[in-house]
């Protein structure tokens, strides 16, 4: 089992920068691949970026790719996804999720755990 709590997202204006945390309980974070997840109101949940368990490998979303940052630090169970030049279509509820296994993955059903969101929001 595994719990996941999101921090980090805000009011940001465009071109600004954030960066979202995910903190993990549970000695067998390393063991998890990891990906960030977005909702936007009205729209369905679409996948950000991926990391597999040991952060050698790495994916992402063509509206994410050169802009934003995937990372993990499996000694402080925390997965990171660095936000730069940031757009009002950014504006989204971000998900961290959890899958058991070392590869990552891009679509939600193969994750198995779900943190629960946490708001950003970019002013034009």
């Known amino acids: 089992q595994v719990q996941l709590v999101e921090s980090g997202g805000g009011l940001v204006q465009a071109g600004g920068s954030l960066r979202l945390s995910c903190a993990a309980s549970g000695r067998t974070f390393g063991r998890y691949a990891m990906g960030w997840f977005r909702q936007a109101p009205g729209k369905e949940r679409e996948f950000v970026a991926t990391i597999s368990w040991s952060g050698a490998y790495t994916a992402y979303a063509d509206s994410a790719k050169g802009r934003f940052t995937i990372s993990r630090d499996n000694a402080l169970n925390t997965v990171y996804l660095q936000m730069n030049s940031l757009k009002p279509e950014d504006t989204a509820v971000y998900y961290c999720?959890?899958?058991?296994?070392?590869?990552?993955?891009?679509?939600?059903?193969?994750?198995?755990?779900w943190g629960q969101g946490t708001q950003v929001t970019v002013s034009s």
């Open positions: 999720a959890a899958r058991g296994g070392t590869s990552y993955a891009t679509s939600d059903y193969a994750y198995d755990y």
